[in-house]
């Protein structure tokens, strides 16, 4: 019993200090995995690298204390934070305060709606989310997410447009103009040990080995270079007008966003005041004009910005010693030139025209703030909660898919249980007890579990041991991952991503049905070009989904079946066979519902119509695995309808449940229990005789088999 609700009790079971050596060492393994793509994903989603480190500190030891599987790696992982970021970025700048706190109460949000879906054993829910919808969005958003990437390889910097192609758009043209070198080479040189490692020893950690690599070169070589200087130190009046004409645009936004709040909150307080309907219009009409001087000025601000990114500058050292910047398209004599381009640092602040940043080298991570994130519980906006719910119950079943497949991946390998509703109520833990320690929504993590299993971790111990090693690190460790250059996590993210390339699932999808694998093409255009609202893409494929289901279900398959050359009874259209003239073999393949029951109705006119030699039908009622009333009632009518025409009926295979329906509301008596066979064998054998009697049919398909072809 009380494993039932501390589940990591069973771990100690025969317990042994060889079983702890095993998982110390895969705890480990993991962790140097873990640790730079904790970093990595973290700036997918929008946040500091170092709120890596936070959803790394903390869920991976939940989960697994209190999960099913014992090899799951929990953690950040590409797809829930990509999701996370497409949430969060309608309601506030990426990496602002607000930004911050709305990604942790997302964490809490998600880990509440997983606890309770666990606890009330709901797990199967997630059936919402059907394969083929589940690859189409996995495909798109990994192209999305390695597309992401591409201005940290390049070195440029953009704005975000309304459309993530539109976005890489621009990150095409302003690479065209001007590519940082030395920050491509470092990306590619990661890319290229991670690749070469793997191949030569894929239990080597590759992504250490790569990060400590190039972490050392950036190091060394002084990769990131970045001057403070006064705007009195740029050499062009022009930009130095742009700049201050930026700062002035941002402080007019900032302070109509205030009045704009002050009014705001006005309004709510004159909705309950009913007798002045004038005064609350006027108040509105404010409102919205705000809102459009808002919109204007951020338009405004936005190519200001633009356009300052474009500029680059040449240092020229004085004859004093002073360094001035000259815009690199004009000509000048230098006295000395370091050689390097510089760009203004820009983003949505102010510039500090005291301390103009000027970037003359490649990104990094930079400082990390040093030890253990303060813990507390998140406060709950109940606005904000609401706007955040429909997303979160989007990153909870993708999040749960991905860690329940892989759990059950593993558990096939190593013959271990595994409980979907008690890794329902780990990762839900995960993510509630996460979000106390700063953590944004977190899951299953397909190659660090592969990572844990190959090292041969026996008890979620293992991932315990890697949240001490994510601990001891943010604790002594963090100033060495100050010149980690950006770039390099964007090519970890982007090895991350490749395996979430499936072709093949799509192949699949359309051999099994062919509107299938249309669902999952739509769902997969649908998402790329909707990014960065990529919960429409999921949307589109639920709904489409959902209509083929309820279609399907509205029109169920009807067969009609003859004799095949196997002696068994087939569908005649599949298999080209004759049908007989005089008796027709009905199966109805579904549940027989207020839906689809005027279906059976059409169906059997149909033939009638069709056939004036028809003399009775045999309904084949072992696809029927359910009926409700209004099933009922049209078997009830179709029954009386053929008699009074003089048309015999039977049923054969009925079901029990089924017969209990047609029992209780006393359709058996209508019916007549000696027309209900257990076989659709037993039925042509009673029927068939007195059937055919006068008939002029010499050979019966229901008897012989009669290719249409061969008559």
């Known amino acids: 019993m009380l494993t039932k609700f501390f589940p990591f009790l069973e771990w100690f079971k025969d317990y042994t200090i060889g079983k702890f050596r095993i998982d110390f060492l895969a705890g480990l393994t993991v962790a140097l995995v873990l640790i730079p793509q904790s970093m990595a994903y973290a700036q997918l989603a929008g946040l500091p690298a170092y709120y890596g480190l936070y959803a790394a500190f903390l869920p991976p030891m939940m989960a697994s204390l209190f999960g099913s599987s014992r090899q799951l790696a929990t953690g950040p992982v590409a797809v829930v934070s990509l999701m996370t970021a497409a949430s969060l970025e309608p309601l506030a700048t990426a990496g602002s305060e607000a930004f911050i706190a709305y990604a942790i109460m997302l964490a809490l949000t998600v880990g509440i709606f997983q606890f309770l879906l666990g606890v009330l054993r709901l797990g199967l829910i997630v059936n919402f989310l059907s394969h083929p919808v589940v690859n189409g969005f996995t495909n798109a958003a990994a192209i999305i997410i390695a597309s992401s990437q591409l201005s940290k390889m390049f070195g440029v910097y953009v704005d975000k447009a309304n459309h993530h192609y539109e976005t890489i758009y621009r990150v095409i043209v302003a690479a065209m103009d001007f590519t940082h070198l030395p920050t491509l080479f470092i990306g590619l040189l990661s890319i290229g040990i991670m690749i070469g490692l793997k191949r030569l020893n894929p239990k080597i950690p590759y992504v250490l080995a790569a990060v400590v690599t190039t972490t050392l070169i950036s190091w060394s070589t002084g990769f990131e270079h970045n001057v403070k200087v006064p705007i009195e130190q740029i050499e062009a009046t022009d930009i130095r007008h742009q700049i201050k004409n930026f700062n002035a645009t941002l402080m007019s936004i900032e302070e109509l966003s205030k009045n704009r709040a002050i009014a705001t909150s006005k309004l709510d307080s004159m909705h309950s005041d009913k007798g002045k309907s004038l005064n609350l219009l006027e108040e509105n009409f404010e409102i919205n004009l705000m809102t459009s001087k808002i919109n204007q000025f951020k338009e405004q601000a936005g190519q200001l910005r633009s356009n300052l990114r474009k500029v680059k500058f040449t240092a020229v050292k004085t004859p004093s010693g002073q360094d001035l910047f000259y815009p690199a398209s004009k000509s000048f004599n230098p006295v000395e030139s370091d050689g390097r381009v510089y760009h203004i640092k820009i983003g949505n602040k102010p510039i500090d025209t005291e301390k103009l940043s000027l970037m003359g080298g490649g990104a990094v991570v930079g400082n990390i703030p040093k030890g253990l994130p303060s813990l ?3 406060q709950l906006n109940f606005s904000v909660f609401i706007q955040l719910f429909p997303f979160a119950v989007i990153i909870s079943l993708l999040g749960f898919m991905e860690a329940i497949a892989i759990a059950k991946a593993m558990a096939a390998k190593t013959g271990q249980r595994l409980d979907p509703n008690q ?7 995960s993510n509630m007890i996460g979000a106390i320690g700063k953590s944004y929504p977190v899951s299953g993590s397909f190659s660090r579990s592969a990572v844990n299993l190959q090292a041969g971790a026996l008890t979620g111990l293992s991932s315990v041991i890697t949240s001490l090693i994510v601990i001891i690190t943010l604790l002594f460790f ?12 964007a090519s970890v993210i982007m090895m991350a991503v490749i395996g979430l390339v499936n072709i093949s699932g799509f192949v699949h999808a359309w051999r099994a049905q062919w509107y299938d694998g249309l669902i999952s093409v739509i769902t997969f255009i649908a998402t790329l070009l909707l990014a960065p609202h990529l919960e429409k893409g999921i949307y589109i494929g639920v709904a489409l989904s959902l209509g083929v289901f309820l279609y399907k279900s509205m029109r169920p398959k009807v067969s009609y ?3 095949a050359e196997d002696k068994a009874l087939r569908c005649s259209e599949t298999n080209q066979l004759m049908t007989c003239k005089h008796i027709d073999l009905i199966r109805f393949e579904g549940p027989l519902f207020f839906a689809n029951a005027s279906y059976l109705e059409d169906e059997i ?8 030699e028809l003399r009775h039908i045999i309904i084949a009622a072992n696809g029927i695995n359910d009926m409700d009333a209004s099933g009922e009632e049209m078997l009830a009518v179709i029954v009386q309808w053929l008699r009074s025409a003089g048309y015999g009926i039977s049923l054969s295979g009925v079901n029990e449940s089924v017969y209990k329906v047609m029992k209780r509301t006393h359709l058996l008596e209508e019916i007549g229990e000696h ?3 257990p076989t659709m064998e037993k039925a042509i054998a009673k029927v068939h005789q007195h059937t055919h009697e006068g008939a002029s049919e010499k050979k019966c398909p229901l008897l012989t088999t009669c290719l249409r072809q061969g008559l």
Do not use: F, M, W
């Open 376 to 378: 507390s519980i998140p």
């Open 675 to 677: 027309n209900i066979y």
């Open 561 to 563: 079946l003859s004799r």
């Open 605 to 612: 006119n149909d033939r009638i119509n069709k056939n004036p």
């Open 478 to 489: 963090t100033p060495l991952l100050y010149h980690l250059p950006q770039a390099v996590l």
């Open 423 to 429: 890794e329902l109520i780990g990762q839900g833990i």
